[in-house]
């Protein structure tokens, strides 16, 4: 497939309200029998190098596209893209989330029926996306140890409206002193039976456990 970018107005009411766009859009996954994940976090959680790494890992078996959200450039898409993976570019401008009418412009001319695996990797943001659904099966929320021990504390509201916890850079945690466990329980004070996952997207650890919960 050629590369693409779409520039977004987000200004244009284009599909109505968001909701209704992503019930639109998540019948059109369930349609081409595609599993969606939308992949969140702060700027510098490693949600790239995690989708590049399940790319690597799920190659074989599987056909995938990665549609990537940012204020503006395609760095993100360029390195899931050297993987052999397909790509598509959201540049939203100033819109710090995407939401669902930006993703139902943005697949309008793709033949969703030549994948069974998208990444939808989000705006670089903790916060602004939680609220919007984009027609996902899973909203995969990814911290990391690098942001810090209170960040699940600081964003409740996030973790309560995710499907799934990543903590990634495990393999930083000890020479930042930094208690993964602890983590963990304020997630559990948060929701106690959500899925939380320990990865090292860098060195793999945790990665292919991560497929499974996903059911790739």
């Keep these: 497939m050629e ?3 779409v520039n977004i107005d987000i200004r244009k009411d284009l599909f ?14 369930k349609e081409h029998g595609i599993k969606v ?11 790239t190098q995690l989708i590049e790494a399940l790319c690597d890992l799920i190659a074989d078996d599987h056909k995938i596209l990665m549609l990537a959200g940012d204020l503006a450039t395609r760095i993100d898409a360029d390195r899931v893209s050297s993987h052999g993976v397909d790509t598509v570019q959201i540049n939203t401008g100033t819109a710090c ?13 793709i033949p969703l029926s030549d994948y069974d695996v998208m990444f939808i990797e989000n705006v670089g943001n903790l916060i602004c996306p939680a609220g919007y659904s984009l027609g996902a099966m899973k909203k995969v929320v990814v911290v990391s140890v690098t942001e810090g021990p ?24 000890q020479a930042l002193e930094f208690d993964v466990d602890a983590l963990v329980r304020d997630v559990r004070e948060v929701d106690a039976d959500i899925p939380v996952l320990k990865i090292s997207a860098k060195t793999g650890e945790g990665v292919r456990e991560l497929a499974k919960q996903l059911g790739i």
């Design 3 to 5: 590369e693409k970018t």
């Design 16 to 29: 109505g309200a968001n909701e209704d766009a992503a019930a639109l859009n998540a019948a059109k996954f």
């Design 37 to 47: 994940f939308d992949i969140m976090g702060s700027v510098g959680t490693g949600k």
């Design 97 to 109: 989330h995407l939401d669902a009418r930006m993703v139902k412009v943005a697949l309008n001319e």
């Design 150 to 173: 209170y960040m699940v504390r600081k964003h409740p509201l996030t973790i309560k409206r995710a499907d799934m916890i990543v903590i990634n850079k495990i393999d930083l945690a």
